[in-house]
């Protein structure tokens, strides 16, 4: 069973930065693609990006491209979303995520095995 802890959420006006970490414990975290997450209060889940299990590939959903950069270190077991010039429409809950299978559409929430709790991310305009 893996654990997914995220922390570093909170309250940032626009134009900010915030570092969002996700801790991993209980698998073997250098073997997942990890995925971020957010939800927003009446809005489905959606996609904000993901990278792969080396680090060595990163994606991102066109809407956080060029401002989001999503980074690991498997020797620390954990996966990091530096997310700068934040707008207002960024805020949400996030999420990290773990997926097991490599090749599955790492866009989809489905496909994602482990979840964290989320942590709040409020960006005032």
């Known amino acids: 069973q893996v654990q997914l802890v995220e922390s570093g959420g909170g309250l940032v006006q626009a134009g900010g930065s915030l570092n969002l970490s996700c801790a991993a414990s209980?698998?073997?975290?250098?073997?997942?693609?990890m995925g971020w997450f957010r939800q927003a209060p009446g809005k489905e889940r959606e996609f904000v990006g993901r990278?792969?299990?080396?680090?060595?590939?990163?994606s991102y959903a066109e809407s956080v491209k060029g401002r989001f950069t999503i980074s690991r270190d498997n020797a620390k077991n954990t996966v990091y979303l530096q997310m700068n010039s934040l707008k207002p429409e960024d805020t949400a809950v996030y999420f990290c995520?773990?997926?097991?299978?490599?090749?599955?559409?790492?866009?989809?929430?489905?496909?994602?095995?482990?979840w964290g709790q989320g942590t709040q991310v409020t960006v005032s305009s």
């Open positions: 209980g698998g073997s975290f250098s073997t997942y693609d």
């Open positions: 995520a773990a997926k097991l299978l490599s090749g599955t559409d790492y866009t989809k929430p489905d496909q994602y095995d482990y």
């Open positions: 990278i792969d299990w080396s680090g060595l590939s990163t």
